[in-house]
């Protein structure tokens, strides 16, 4: 971190020869509000100014980040800078004292994180893929928007333990022993990833076909589940038009059937 102190009387500016390399000054380059101002992207200059203003006409402390542009480069810094005011004897503000860090590599990280984080919710968004993470040791679970709209399930993003297994009695009758008997495969250890189809009985749509897929994120050290999670799709559609087409065939079948029977009977007459 470099430290800096701006005068308000004079607009001068005292910083650490570590603040000078993070703002892209040279140790012997005069600095005053102007001349850092003048590296403050533009976007940003807007922002520092009125939390500057601030801080002297109300005393606030200054926190923000913003970016500047060293000399000579083409791409922008990210600063983050925090300070306070000091006041003379008489209670007039002096200066604002503080200390700035460059944050560019953290923003890097951040915004690539951001960028990978759209990259698969956009591709889940197109699976149609609902994601859902079950904390046991702090027997809570985490459901993003697109499941709980799957399941109806309430608003809140986490919920106990205890409604999660609610939410499971929603399972269809003739389908829950067999979800139950493949989870508990998958916690005992003899599975190391559970896919299975069954029924479940939303509140507002009634019966809708799930696709779940589920796996075991750690375990502790006597191998109990620590963490598991998965995610959900709706593949109602896909079983209606699955039951379509056998029913098709099944009406072909018979056609066939009586189609047989008729030439059967006009080969004896």
């Known amino acids: ?77 990210w600063i983050s800078s925090r300070g306070s005011v000091r006041r003379s004897a008489d209670g007039e503000p002096e200066r604002l004292t503080g200390f700035s860090i460059d944050v560019t590599e953290r923003r890097s990280g951040e915004a690539a994180l951001r960028a990978s984080e759209a990259r698969l919710d956009a591709g889940a968004e197109l699976a149609g893929l609902g994601f859902y993470e079950v904390d046991h040791e702090r027997r809570t679970a985490y459901f993003d928007p697109r499941l709980r709209d799957l399941l ?13 297994e609610h939410f499971l009695e929603r399972i269809h009758a003739d389908d829950r022993s067999r979800f139950f008997e493949l989870r508990d495969q998958l916690h005992d250890g003899r599975l190391k990833e559970v896919t299975v189809e069954y029924r479940y009985l939303h509140p507002e749509r009634g019966e809708r076909w799930q696709l779940q897929v589920a796996r075991i994120a750690t375990r502790d050290a006597s191998d109990y589940v620590r963490k598991a999670y998965g995610v959900v799709r709706d593949i109602t559609e896909q079983h209606e038009r699955e039951d379509e087409l056998r029913r098709s065939l099944e009406e072909i079948a018979r056609l066939k059937d009586r189609l047989q029977a008729e030439t059967d009977y006009l080969r004896a007459e």
């Open 1 to 77: 971190a470099g430290l800096w102190t701006l005068d308000y009387t004079t607009g001068a500016i005292w910083a650490t020869e570590r603040t000078r390399t993070i703002l892209g000054f040279t140790p012997d380059e005069p600095l005053d509000i102007g001349r850092f101002e003048a590296r403050v992207d533009p976007e940003d200059l807007a922002t520092v100014r009125e939390a500057i203003a601030r801080a002297r006409e109300n005393g606030e402390p200054v926190a923000l980040d913003y970016r500047i542009r060293h000399p000579g480069e083409s791409a922008v810094r």
């Open 152 to 164: 109806g399930l309430p608003p809140e993003p986490e919920l106990g333990i205890q409604k999660v």
